[in-house]
C-alpha cells in the first residue's frame, strides 16, 4: 500500500511539474513574442504644436508636413549669415548634419568661413518656392539670395537650393546642400 501511496504522490507532483514547465514555457513564448512586436513597432514622437496643427514623426518615414518645417529653418539656418555669426553659424549646420557626411561639410563650411571672415559681407535667403520628396529625402527651395555689403544691398539673385536628408529611427539629418545649377539640375 505505500509504494502505490508513494507511486500516486510522485505521479502528482510529476504532473504538477510538467504543468508548471507548460506554463513557463508558455509565458516565455508570449514575451519573446511580445520582445519582437515592441523591437519591430514604429516608434512616435508627438511634437507641440508650434505653428499650424500638432505634428507627429514615426520611425516608418518622414512626413511632408514635417520634411517641411524642417526644410525651412535649415534654409534660414544655412544660407542667412554674416561675419558676426559665422562660427554659431557653422556649428549649427554641423550639429544637425549626418555623421557620415560631417567631415565633407565641415570642410566645405571652413572654405565659406575663411572666405567671409573679417568682410561685411551678410547674406540672407527669401523662399519663395519649395519642392519636396519624402520618399526620397530631397527639398528643393527657389528663393532670391540677396547680398549685402556694409549697409547696401548689392545683389539679388534667385536661387534654387537642394538639400539632401537621412533618416535613421525617428532622426532626420542633413547629408548635403548646395546651390542647383540651372543646366544639370544638380547641386553645384
Not at 129 to 148: A, C, F, Q, W
Amino acid at each position: 500500500m505505500e509504494v502505490a501511496y508513494s507511486h500516486a504522490q510522485n505521479q502528482r507532483l510529476l504532473k504538477q511539474r510538467n504543468l508548471l514547465l507548460l506554463a513557463a514555457s508558455a509565458l516565455a513564448v508570449l514575451a519573446a513574442i511580445l520582445l519582437l512586436i515592441g523591437f519591430s513597432r514604429d516608434r512616435e514622437v508627438v511634437l507641440q504644436p508650434v505653428l499650424r496643427s500638432p505634428l507627429t514623426i514615426s520611425s516608418a518615414g518622414v512626413s511632408r508636413e514635417y520634411l517641411e518645417l524642417i526644410t525651412r529653418d535649415v534654409v534660414v539656418l544655412t544660407l542667412d549669415r554674416s561675419p558676426s555669426n559665422l562660427e554659431y553659424w557653422m556649428e549649427s549646420v554641423l550639429a544637425i548634419a549626418s555623421p557620415r557626411s560631417h567631415g565633407k561639410l565641415k570642410t566645405e563650411l571652413l572654405k565659406i568661413l575663411d572666405e567671409q571672415r573679417g568682410s561685411s559681407i551678410a547674406q540672407f535667403f527669401t523662399i519663395q518656392k519649395m519642392e519636396l520628396d519624402p520618399r526620397n529625402l530631397r527639398s528643393r527651395v527657389t528663393g532670391e539670395l540677396h547680398t549685402i555689403v556694409g549697409d547696401k544691398v548689392i545683389s539679388k539673385e534667385r536661387r534654387t537650393f537642394q538639400y539632401d536628408w537621412e533618416y535613421s529611427g525617428v532622426s532626420l539629418r542633413l547629408v548635403g546642400f548646395g546651390m542647383v545649377s540651372s543646366e544639370k539640375g544638380r547641386p553645384s
